[in-house]
T-cell receptor, first 117, second 112 residues
């Protein structure tokens, strides 16, 4: 069964550094997402991406964050200048829904644990 | 507006006894509803989904959920808990197919 893959599984970085989290969504999916989960807390929506542009973003997704789909297969999340509070598990997800149908669930990767020191 | 409420942050059951994890939703339209499970240090795995077909939905690992429109509920059940069911469970609602709203999660503990 096709799956969403995320790399790396764990990233350690120093405060102020830039990080790029990588994801390969399921190949025929149309919508792509990033979520984050701070340790012990709920899953928080960051951003959704469709047709090569952001379709929705949360208040967490400020100017320090950006997303890109550079080559038709990868979907990346960049944090320009990391803060301690960015430490979290970041999940990529994709879904095949298009044309108004809502039968397709989100398919998640296993996450990247980002630790900012 | 859409939202989802998981009524219990923690549920503890003995192995072999029934599991009930409660979820209520609010939606202006007929939603799609999902339950996901997250085992420690793992990603989120789809347990089951409701998409306006049968109101009783069967999922993986013996879990079921029943969509009750009159109660705006989508509670997750399993007749007999297993140790491997210990995990975090998330109820998720979607209306348009590209917007998903997560509940705050329920942590299930299974006592041997």
């Amino acid at each position: 069964e096709p799956e969403v893959t995320q790399t790396p599984s764990h990233q350690v970085t120093q405060m102020g550094q830039e990080v790029i989290l990588r994801c390969v969504p399921i190949s025929n999916h149309l919508y792509f997402y990033w979520y984050r989960q701070i340790l012990g807390q709920k899953v928080e929506f960051l951003v959704s991406f469709y047709n090569n542009e952001i379709s929705e973003k949360s208040e967490i997704f400020d100017d320090q964050f950006s997303v890109e789909r550079p080559d038709g297969s990868n979907f990346t999340l960049k944090i320009r200048s990391t803060k301690l509070e960015d430490s979290a598990m970041y999940f990529c997800a994709s879904t095949g829904t298009g044309g108004g149908s809502y039968n397709s669930p989100l398919h998640f990767g296993n996450g990247t644990r980002l630790t900012v020191t | 507006a859409q939202s989802v409420t998981q009524l219990d942050s923690h549920v503890s059951v003995s192995e072999g006894t029934p599991v009930l994890l409660r979820c209520n939703y609010s939606s202006s339209y007929s939603p799609s509803l999902f339950w996901y499970v997250q085992h420690p240090n793992k990603g989120l795995q789809l347990l089951l989904k409701y998409t306006s077909a049968a109101t009783l939905v069967k999922g993986i690992n013996g879990f079921e959920a029943e969509f009750k429109k009159s109660e705006t509920s989508f509670h997750l059940t399993k007749p007999s808990a297993h140790m491997s069911d210990a995990a975090e469970y998330f109820c998720v609602v979607s209306r348009t197919g590209n917007q998903f709203y997560f509940g705050t999660g329920t942590s299930l503990t299974v006592i041997p």
